[in-house]
């Protein structure tokens, strides 16, 4: 089998521009960025508001292992096999962030068959959204300092300053700092860190908005900390919302590009679903809706973590629902949450290992059958899978009333994924459910929404809050924050928030540690356990194993 | 007058694969970046090797005041006018930095009826190289202290990285930090720092690099500090090179624009001449002299600065020095460089300031003579100059010998530029002087090639250095160092180190403190004065006048 760049490099790709033709896009609706990649013009986005919309697939997955789950790789397979059985289909994804390219994956643009190209562009600056974010978050960071520097008068307590700067990098020399010392020409001293971008509220901001105006808006809303009164200081205060818009103009506007089989494919916007809400845009998905019969998007991370944040953020801002939602899974993770460690996946078939794993995965298919969707299991085939293992998973998820189809798009494509387009067309026909969201943001306060959170989809017991949260959560009441929408920082490993927790673990309780206000996205974060805004690099960064030729071949993306 | 971007905004642009094809370029050596923005394919630009050149002209200008003299205007202009003569003239001229455009200056890209296109793009993010050196620059940062971090297999001492961070932001607070704060899993504390972009290693490498294998070698090349041993560490010892040039690789490629009245342009590198060596990229500049007859480049600052650099820098990985220099004034300024302050600019005619304020200019002339090009003095035209001022200014270069032409580029256009281009072409047929290099890199050590600089260009009388610089010219002379080209870091308003100086000051000493190694590069940064490689924003800054509109209208850009 070849290296994901390898199979990247050997497709020849279409003109976006007639990728785009397919979808009666011109090419004055484009700004092509290359041959193979555009982003489509708000004025093209703006006209299409009247269309009626398509289906809307969302794919999600149980919780993570080390063994692998493919969730890209099925998004793209499964918009390839929509394609092969002649329905007009249009993906709508993520775009990646460079710090865990550089760190531990190496790339994230799907895999095997099942890729979105030009893979090593989008790996790695692709049409600059990152950037753009990187630039108008910090853009943002050094005129609160300099509003500091020069006079305060706004009366900042720099000490109450939640605003922090970010890198789309892995870094984490940069979590704690300080800055603002070599005396009083070099600014005024306090404590600071970097997150990583895609963590950032412009990333969130970016997500959620339905236009250009409701960007500046929500970019004009964001609390960026609080006078030495404890009143919260907005943009809007500092007067630069004006300035932070026109450097996110063009960000906003959604990618296009193609996979191997050149089904259209949006990837823009890309917050991670562990500390952040985890969804591709609203304006991407929402236009995707208007230019295909069905669009396949995905959430990050478990169905916990990234499909959670899709209903019960994502959905009110985008005014649809999924029409039916894919949750995959391998027999190999499986087993890994039944208890098989990394070292003996490979030790022959364990159906008792895959019964024992199932519940994970019974749990997430309870969790997305709660919000009255239409709930299919793609089963993400590997070369060592038995007979026996794989019948395992389909009785238990029949069990469920849900059925269970083998995929094996990373080694075959388009057709590998024909049997899960036939199951989720048919699931979309036959659906009689309607969309039940979890909670109403406004009819509850910020603990009733954890608490349903907590004990509805991840199965908990109890919430505990630290003495900063509880203190923080009566700040926020007054502030009028309560009504928000929550959005949950949590492990991505597990349902609960101690990594160690595999399978499906029962009586156990969330501590929230803090909170931190996104008023620009329109939501609260709540920081579980330990979990970290930054990531760190591993021992060997994939880094180590990339190059580039003198004629511009590129080697180590993957 | 209307402003720039209204100008701007007015003006129509023809698509950039028509404005490529006037220089024999087709769509398939482009990559576009929207309609009217383009890089051209390494590939291209390797077949191109065996042309002939074409003639090669320097803008530079006396040391800038607060009156402003308009030499990115002058550039832009006289490429204007050269066409308009009828010759195949092309420019190659620096992109902006944002950090200054948020700041002071609301963006760059000439002005008035002397403008490259699209100048909002330009301003903002254009095609992604600043952000590229960012993430490039910040992601051997996070690899350095990660390796520290992880092991520290090199040695390397944490108090003598001299690699800093960067951001494209004017941010002060950021000049001197702490970072890896928060117990041993969050890092190692150490001091850091972050300089603006522009001034970044990897900045001056794109701007020297003559290819792909070039690059990553000089990247290769990059010492980022020093083990416990005080042996130099370099990026090659962290086996990131190929990563670090992966990262890299679009950005190396020149960015095709337009000029109001489509004269072609490459906008490409952008390093500041006071902190780093201010010319844009050799490869933009080669590829312009294979592309057409005249090119038209400027270089930052005076000509202490960019125009020094440019010829002793520049000029040895170029393998061509300018056929001619063009040096800009205005009557204002040179009326500040004999004393008058700002709020007095407008008080009518002052001869006798002018001729004073003479002397920056003369010794100007008399440097950029030294190196045996012809030269022509650009007085830009401001509407309140009088006709004795002009006189007292054109009689005073004769004197030198030099012609002195006025422009009007800014109100006029091309037709205000035609008798400065008519005076160009003239000086390089009549010229029969050959190229004198300042110094022979390899043939002086640092000390004397400082000494050569601070006398015969800034006119001073001898160099101090601190304990410091000693020092490091100790250790720079055992690495094997002494014999590359030296970068100065000085104020750009004074020929020395003293901002305050203006006029032609005499008997002074210059101050070098300290010495930053750029070994990628191939150049010693000595660093003088005060200078700081990280700009502060001002109280107000530009950053509060800009806005877009829903339809993406920009205001506030200028």
């Known amino acids: ?13 279409l003109p976006i521009k007639e990728v785009a033709a397919t979808l009666s896009l011109t090419e004055d609706d484009l700004k092509l960025y290359g041959k193979y990649k555009a982003k489509v013009d708000i004025k093209k986005i703006n006209s299409l508001s009247e269309e009626a919309d ?24 499964l918009g390839d096999a929509l394609t092969r059985i002649g329905k007009k289909a249009m993906i709508a994804m993520r775009e990646p962030s460079l710090g865990p390219t550089m760190g531990v994956k190496g790339g994230a643009a799907g895999g095997g068959y099942a890729q979105v190209q030009p893979m090593q562009d989008i790996n790695l600056h692709f049409t600059g959204d990152m950037h753009a974010i990187t630039a108008t978050n910090n853009t943002l960071s050094a005129l609160i300092d300099n509003h500091i520097q020069q006079g305060n008068a706004l009366n900042i307590d720099q000490r109450r300053i939640t605003w922090k700067r970010v890198l789309d990098i ?8 300080v800055i603002g010392l070599g005396g009083p020409i070099q600014g005024v001293p306090r404590q600071d860190g970097f997150d990583i971008t895609v963590a950032s509220e412009i990333m969130a901001i970016l997500c959620l908005s339905t236009s250009l105006t409701d960007l500046k808006n929500r970019i004009g809303n964001i609390v960026i900390g609080y006078t030495f009164d404890r009143v919260p200081v907005t943009v809007r205060d500092l007067k630069v919302e004006g300035a932070l818009t026109l450097l ?21 916007g890309g917050p991670f679903a562990n500390i952040a809400h985890g969804c591709n845009s609203v304006l991407a998905t929402k236009t995707a809706l208007k230019l295909a019969d069905y669009v396949i998007t995905e959430a990050g991370f478990g169905a916990d973590l990234g499909a959670e944040k899709f209903m019960d953020i994502k959905v009110p801002q985008l005014g649809k ?27 022959g078939e364990n159906v008792e290992a895959v019964k024992a794993g199932f519940t994970n995965l019974q749990k997430h298919i309870e969790n997305m059958q709660q919000y009255g969707v239409p709930v299919v299991v793609a089963l993400n085939e590997f070369t060592n899978d038995t007979a026996a293992e794989i019948e395992a998973v389909v009785s238990l998820c029949a069990a469920q009333e849900v059925e269970c189809i083998q995929t094996a798009v990373w080694a075959k494509g388009a057709e590998g994924g024909e049997a899960l387009a036939n199951a989720v067309v048919k699931a979309i026909d036959e659906n009689t459910k309607a969309f039940v969201p979890l909670y109403v943001a406004e009819d509850s306060s910020i603990e009733e929404k954890i608490e349903t959170i907590v004990t509805k989809i991840y199965g908990g017991k109890s919430v505990i809050y630290s003495k900063e949260a509880k203190n923080q959560l009566r700040q926020y009441k007054k502030n009028g924050w ?28 969330i501590t929230i540690r803090s909170f ?15 979990i970290l805004t930054m990531p760190g690099l591993p021992k060997e960064p994939a880094a180590l194993r990339m190059d ?11």
Chains 1, 2 share one sequence.
């Not at 309560?482 to 597990?494: E, F, G, H, I, N």
């Open 321 to 347: 629902s999924p029409d039916a939602v894919v949750i995959v899974a391998t027999v190999r993770s499986l087993k890994m949450h039944g208890g098989v460690s990394v070292k003996d996946l490979n030790s």
């Open 516 to 530: 931190v206000p996104k008023i620009g996205a329109g939501f609260v974060v709540a920081l579980t356990g330990d």
């Open 482 to 509: 309560d009504r928000l929408p929550v959005c949950m920082a949590k492990t991505q490993y597990s349902l609960s928030d101690d990594q160690k927790a595999i399978g499906r673990p029962e009586n156990f309780d």
């Open 248 to 268: 996110m103009k063009d960000a906003l506007e959604p990618n296009l590009v193609q996979t191997l089989y050149h089904t259209p494919a949006f990837v823009h």
């Open 54 to 77: 398509g289906k809307l697939i969302l794919v999600t997955a149980i919780n993570p292992t080390p063994a692998g789950e493919g969730k890209s790789t099925v998004t793209v397979g």
């Open 1 to 13: 089998m070849k290296t994901d760049i390898e199979i990247a490099q050997a497709n020849e790709m």
């Open 548 to 558: 580039v030729t003198e004629d511009g071949v590129v080697t180590g993306l993957f």
């Open 170 to 177: 892995n870094d984490r020399a940069l979590r704690n700092i």
